[in-house]
C-alpha cells in the first residue's frame, strides 16, 4: 500500500481540478443573464428553455457525449470552423472538454441561482432601478449578494459534478494522459487492468472529495439560515 501511494499519479486530478474550475467559471459568466431571465421572464417560451437547460440530468451521459461528439467532430461546421480557422481541435482536446463540461453541467448552475433568484422580494429589485440603477448594476451588486446560498450552491455543486464526469468525458476527451485524462477515466482504467489497490486510492480520494463539498454546502446552507431566518 505504502509503495502504491508513493507511486500514485495525481496527474488525473489535477486535470480533473483543472476542467472543473474552467468550467465551472465559464457557466457562470453563462448561466448568470440566462438564470436571470428566467426567473424574470414571463414568456411562453419558458418552459422550453428550462427544459432544454435541464436536459443534461436526465439524458445518460453517453448520449449527450456522442452528440457533442458529433457536433465538435471535424466534419461538423462547428469544428471544421475550429480546426481551419482558429486551429483548435475540439475532439480529444482538454478544449473539447471544457466544452462538453458546460453542457453537462450546465443545470446545477441555471437552477440554483435561478431559484434564488426568484425568492428576492421584486419590492428591492424596483427601488434599484427607481435609484437608477441599470440591470447589470442590480444583479452584481442587489441580486447577487441577497442569494449566497444558491449562489454558493451553484458553484461548489457544478464544480464538483464537472470532477465527477466519465461518460461524457471519455465519449469526447478520451483518455490522453496529462490532456483528457481525468479522474473518473483513471479509476475506470485502473478497473479494467485489474489494479485494485490504485482504483481504491482514487475512488476514496473522490468519496472524500464528495463528501466534503455536500457537507460544505449544508453547513453553510443551514448556518445562513439560522443567522438569517430565512
Same mark, same amino acid.
Given at each position: 500500500m505504502i509503495e502504491t501511494l508513493q507511486a500514485l499519479d495525481l496527474t488525473p486530478f489535477i486535470l480533473s481540478f483543472k476542467l472543473a474550475a474552467v468550467t465551472t467559471l465559464v457557466l457562470f459568466v453563462i448561466c448568470l443573464p440566462l438564470a436571470w431571465y428566467l426567473s424574470q421572464t414571463k414568456s411562453r &417560451?419558458?418552459?422550453l428553455i428550462e427544459a432544454v437547460a435541464a436536459l443534461p440530468i436526465v439524458l445518460p451521459p453517453s448520449v449527450l457525449g456522442f452528440y457533442i461528439l458529433v457536433a465538435l467532430s471535424k466534419n461538423s461546421p462547428l469544428g471544421a470552423f475550429f480546426d481551419e480557422y482558429l486551429d483548435v481541435q475540439l475532439v480529444f482536446s482538454f478544449t473539447g472538454l471544457?466544452? &462538453?463540461?458546460c453542457f453537462y453541467s450546465l443545470p446545477f448552475m441555471v437552477q440554483p441561482l435561478q431559484s434564488g433568484f426568484e425568492s428576492i422580494d421584486k419590492n428591492m429589485l424596483e427601488a434599484s432601478y427607481i435609484s437608477g440603477k441599470s440591470k +447589470?448594476?442590480?444583479? +452584481?451588486r442587489v441580486a447577487l449578494p441577497n442569494i449566497k446560498p444558491a449562489f454558493i450552491t451553484a458553484l461548489i455543486i457544478t464544480f464538483a459534478h464537472t470532477v465527477g464526469?466519465?461518460?461524457v468525458v471519455l465519449m469526447v476527451g478520451g483518455s490522453i494522459p496529462g490532456e483528457t485524462k481525468v479522474a473518473s477515466v483513471a479509476i475506470y482504467e485502473m478497473v479494467e487492468i485489474m489494479d485494485y489497490s490504485t482504483a481504491h486510492i482514487y475512488s476514496a480520494i473522490m468519496l472524500v472529495m464528495s463528501f466534503v463539498v455536500l457537507l460544505s454546502v449544508y453547513v453553510f446552507n443551514h448556518r445562513y439560515s439560522r443567522k438569517f431566518g430565512v
Open positions: &417560451a419558458k418552459p471544457v466544452v &462538453a463540461s +447589470l448594476v442590480t444583479i +452584481l464526469e466519465f461518460g
